[in-house]
Structure formats: C-alpha cells, structure tokens
C-alpha cells in the first residue's frame, strides 16, 4: 500500500526547500521524495528502514531528518501532516524498539501528552511499588516469625534485665487462649522485664513483653489484659514482620538504584532483621489495628474494655505536661482520648454479644480481672528518677 503527503526537502547544502511529495511504500518499507518541477515529479532520495532518522514536532510542523551516508550534513523533511508522521513512526519504524518508537511521541505529540504519560508511568510505578511494600510480608513464610522475634529478643537487655514472677505470667497464660486466633500458627510466651518505664512489647512469632512498672501502675489485671490483647493484635497481624518487610524492600530498591546491590548485602540485612525490628516502630495504623483486634477478642471472651480505658486515662493524666508539647501527629500511638473513644463506641455496639460471652466466663476469671495484679519481688522496679533528683545530684557534684 501507498501512502503519501506534502513535504518540503532540506538537503543540507542548498538553503532553498524543495517542494515536493513524500511517498511511504508500505510493502517495501522505504520513504521516498518527488520535487514538483514543470516536466512532471522528479525523484530525488529515498530513506530506508535500515536508515537512522529523527521525528520531532517544531512548531505546528514534523521534521524527519536523518544524514545520508554521501552528505556530511543533515537532510530534512518537514511535514504538516500529524497522521502521516504517525503512520512512518509506528509502521516504517515497526522494526524498531517499541521503548525508542514510543519515545518519539515527544516530537511527534504534544508536550503535554508527553507530561500526562510520563506522570502516569511515575503513578502506576509509585503505586505498584507502595502495594507490594505494604503486601510483601505476605510472601514470608509464617514459620520466619519466630525465628526474627528470637533473633531479636537479647536486643530487650538494653532496656533492663528479664526477671521471674511465676504467679504472674500463669495468670497472663490462663487468660491468654481468650486473645489469640482460634487456629493461630503463633507460639506465645510471656515474659516481664524489671523496668521503671510503663511499656509492653510484642517481638513477632508470640513473644510478649511486659515491662514491669506497666504491671505495677495498674489497678487491676482488667486493665492489663487489655494491653495484654492489644500486643496479641501485633502478632496475630504480623505488624512487626510487615514493618520489617517493608524497610527490606526499601533498601533493596534503594541499593538497586544506586548500583549497590550485591549478595553480600542482601545476606546482611536478613542477618541483621532482629537488631533492625527494635529501630523500627509501628505505625498509627498498625497501633489502630491493634485496638480493634484487642476490642473484637475482649467483646468475644466477654472482658469489657473498661479496664484499658482507665489505664489510658490514669497515664494520660500522670504525662499530661509531658505530652502537651508533643504534637500528636509526631505520637506513633493514636491520642489517648481517641482509643478511649474507640472502645467505648466497639464496646457499646456489641454489647449484646459480649454480655452473653461473659455469662460464659468463668467465676475464677471474673474475680481475677476485678483483683490487683502480683508482682514478685524481684521484677519489683526501680523509682523513676525525676527532674529534682537530677538538679540535686548534679548541685552536689
């Protein structure tokens, strides 16, 4: 098929165009150019797929240059003709790479379809990129869990010394099947660790940590239980995995942008996983996460939420001058008004159901929740040093 348009030929020598036809013969794959002169259409060049040429736009024209193999200098056509140019760049240069065809839309469209491509290719990318940062947990095997969370359990040491206090972890296992999955692939161990610092701490695969000034400030074991669910959560939703996977796949991204990626590297991190999981927090989202799994267990075992709110808002109270200068968007954890919120609205929309749960739990357990929680005298804290303290200290020195 024969395909052709007005064009005006530039050989690179003679400043004047020649006028003429630009002729694309479809089934020989060649370009070629006829001056309009008295006598009839003269011939003068012919291009072939094989040629190396440039379509670009310029002003409301397209130019197809390219330099013939006797000529220095460039040779040109220029075309008004949009759907013909069209037709020589997907066709004449089929052959070519679809990545170096496609990129001619720069010359051959307009800047601004070019700009809309372009921020869509980076849209598409960010997003697929985002979707498999926050799915790529998914892909490690469940079994990984317990072998990161026992990779980075002496990483604990540095925030004080593991202590035993039996009674208290046996009455933290009697409840803990009320909390977990039903059929949930998860080990969980309870351990307290002697520190006057009110935290808990969930390391993936089950194992809890309660820090011991946590036990100590509550006012009953329903309010620990509570916090008890909420760490659950964690594990139960591999928040601490997915945080990991996702810092994982960032540096891999990162390293393989910037050339750095290596075996070496790869076998570092993974080695590296436990130490990396104690730098890295949960995020707002995977802390709300926890809330409602602590608030659906709680309203399922039949546990009201009473006993973590009043935890929240005793702290609350106790840190409130320290906190009023913390923005709360800065806080890692949701604001303590807001979790209270929360469960109340879970708590009073399932009411039903967990009335009917309780009448299910036993007597030992309801009176357990209503009691103060033990703490033996070994995982007994030290007093928080103040701001006065540490004013006299430093005056005597």
Request: charged residues 30%.
């Amino acid at each position: 098929m024969i395909h052709q348009a007005g064009a005006r030929y530039l050989d690179g020598v003679d400043p004047r165009p020649r006028v003429g036809r630009l002729v694309f013969d479809e089934a020989h794959r060649e370009l070629h150019f006829y001056e309009e002169a008295e006598t009839g259409d003269r011939f003068i060049c012919s291009i072939d797929k094989n040629q190396s040429i440039d379509i670009r736009s310029r002003g409301g024209e397209q130019v197809i240059e390219w330099r013939p193999k006797t000529n220095h200098t460039s040779s040109m056509l220029i075309l008004n003709d949009l759907p013909f140019t069209r037709l020589i760049r997907d066709r004449f240069l089929a052959h070519k790479n679809v990545f170096w065809r496609y990129a001619t839309l720069v010359w051959s469209e307009s800047l601004g379809k070019v700009a809309l491509a372009l921020v869509a290719a980076v849209l598409v990318t960010g997003l697929a990129t985002w979707y498999f940062m926050e799915h790529s947990f998914k892909l490690i095997p469940v079994a990984w869990d317990k072998k990161v969370g026992d990779q980075a359990a002496p990483g604990l040491k540095e925030f004080g010394d593991i202590c035993e206090s039996k009674q208290t972890v046996a009455d933290f296992k009697r409840v803990l099947p009320y909390l977990t999955e039903k059929d949930t692939p998860h080990q969980f161990d309870i351990q307290i660790l002697k520190s006057p610092v009110e935290n808990a701490f969930a390391l993936p695969g089950g194992k809890i940590t309660f820090f011991a000034q946590t036990i100590k400030k509550a006012k009953t074991n329903a309010e620990l239980v509570g916090i008890l669910a909420h760490e659950v959560g964690h594990v139960e939703r591999r928040h601490g995995m997915q945080q990991l996977s996702q810092y994982m796949t960032l540096r891999v991204i990162l390293a393989l942008a910037f050339g750095m990626a290596d075996e070496t590297t790869t076998l570092a991190m993974a080695a590296d996983a436990g130490a990396i999981l104690f730098l890295l927090k949960n995020s707002r989202d995977h802390e709300r996460d926890a809330d409602a799994y602590a608030a659906e267990k709680l309203a399922a075992a039949g546990i009201s939420s009473r006993g973590i709110r009043s935890f929240f808002e005793r702290i609350g109270q106790e840190h409130k001058k320290e906190m009023s200068k913390v923005p709360d968007f800065i806080l890692t954890h949701p604001a303590d008004e807001d979790r209270i919120r929360f469960f109340e609205r879970y708590e009073k929309k399932h009411a039903a159901k967990m009335k009917k749960a309780n009448e299910r739990l036993p007597d030992s357990i309801k009176a357990w929740l209503r009691s103060k929680p033990q703490l033996s005298a070994a995982c007994i804290p030290p007093e928080k040093e103040s701001a006065k303290d540490v004013e006299e200290e430093d005056s005597d020195e």
